[in-house]
C-alpha cells in the first residue's frame, strides 16, 4: 500500500496555538449557546452574532486548510489532496458570507440560491479531495469513472429519501426539487465522514482523518435542521424542538471547530516531525 508523506519543510506555529484555538473555541461556545437558546439581544443584532460566529470558525477551518496545502510543492502528491480540501472549505465560507448577505436582503430564501451552489461545490471539492487521498494510499487501483459512480450512487439514496420523507409527510409545503437539496447535505456528511474515518484509522494514530471527523458533526446539523425544516417540529412539544434546535446549531459551529483543530493537530506534528528532520510514517 503505497503510503502519504510530508515534505520535510520548515514550519514555525507558537507553541500555545493550539491551547489558544481551544481558548477561543470554548469562548465563542459560551457567548454562541445562550445568545441562540435565549436571544437576550435585539432579533437583528442577535442573529449577526450568529453568523458572525459560524463565519469565524469558517474561516478558522479554511485558513487551517490552506496553511496545510501550502506545506506542499506542487506536485507532490499530498499537495492535490489537501489543496482541494480546503477549496472545499472555502467554497463554505463563502456560502456563510452569502447567508449572511441574503439574511440582509431578504425575509425568506427562495429554494435555490448561490448559497446552495456553494454548498454543493465544498461537497463536490471534498468527495474530489477524498478520491485523491485513496489514490494517494491504493495506487492507480482506484479508477477515475469510481468517484462518478459514488456521485451518482448519492444522487440515488438523496431522491430515495425524498420520496421516503415525502410520502411519510414530510415537505409537502415545500417543492420537491428543495427537498431533494436539503437531504442530500446530511447523506454528504455521513458518505464522506464515514469514508474519511476509514481512510484514517489506515494510519494507526488517524492524524490524517482527524479534520474529516468535522463532517459528522455536520451531519447531526443538518438532519436535525432538515427533519424540522420539512415539518417535523409539529410532532414535538416547542420546549423540546427548542433545545433540539440548539443541539442542531453548537452541532454546525463545532463542526468547522472539529476540522480546524483536525487541520492543526496536523500542523504541529508536521512541525514536529520537520524539525527532527524525519517524514511522517
Not at 499530498?78 to 447567508?99: D, H, K, M, Q, S
Request: net charge positive; hydrophobic share 55%.
Amino acid at each position: 500500500m503505497e503510503q502519504p508523506y510530508f515534505s520535510p519543510k520548515a514550519l514555525k506555529l507558537p507553541r500555545s496555538i493550539r491551547k489558544i484555538t481551544l481558548a477561543v473555541f470554548a469562548v465563542m461556545l459560551v457567548v454562541f449557546i445562550p445568545i441562540y437558546h435565549w436571544e437576550p439581544l435585539p432579533e437583528r443584532v442577535n442573529d449577526n452574532v450568529i453568523y458572525f460566529l459560524d463565519l469565524f470558525a469558517a474561516l478558522t477551518a479554511a485558513g487551517f486548510a490552506t496553511l496545510l496545502a501550502r506545506q506542499f510543492a506542487p506536485g507532490e502528491p499530498p499537495r492535490r489532496v489537501w489543496l482541494t480540501f480546503a477549496v472545499g472549505w472555502w467554497a463554505w465560507v463563502l456560502a456563510e458570507i452569502l447567508w449572511i448577505i441574503y439574511s440582509f436582503l431578504l425575509s425568506e430564501f427562495p429554494d435555490f440560491t448561490l448559497i446552495d451552489v456553494c454548498w454543493l461545490s465544498g461537497y463536490f471539492s471534498f468527495g474530489l479531495s477524498l478520491y485523491y487521498q485513496s489514490r494517494l494510499i491504493f495506487g492507480k487501483k482506484r479508477k477515475s469513472y469510481l468517484y462518478f459512480i459514488i456521485i451518482a450512487f448519492l444522487l440515488l439514496i438523496s431522491a430515495g429519501l425524498t420520496i421516503l420523507a415525502r410520502q411519510a409527510g414530510l415537505g409537502k409545503d415545500i417543492s420537491w426539487i428543495a427537498a431533494f437539496l436539503a437531504i442530500i447535505y446530511p447523506v454528504s456528511d455521513l458518505m464522506q465522514g464515514a469514508y474519511a474515518l476509514r481512510l484514517s484509522f489506515l494510519f494507526g494514530r488517524g492524524q490524517l482523518g482527524r479534520p474529516w471527523w468535522g463532517l459528522i458533526a455536520f451531519t447531526i446539523a443538518d438532519s436535525i435542521n432538515i427533519y424540522f425544516w420539512m415539518g417535523g417540529y409539529k410532532w414535538m412539544p416547542e420546549q423540546v424542538s427548542n433545545y433540539i434546535f440548539l443541539l442542531s446549531d453548537v452541532c454546525y459551529i463545532c463542526g468547522y471547530m472539529i476540522a480546524a483543530l483536525g487541520f492543526l493537530s496536523i500542523l504541529l506534528l508536521f512541525q514536529e516531525k520537520s524539525a527532527e528532520e524525519a517524514p511522517l510514517s
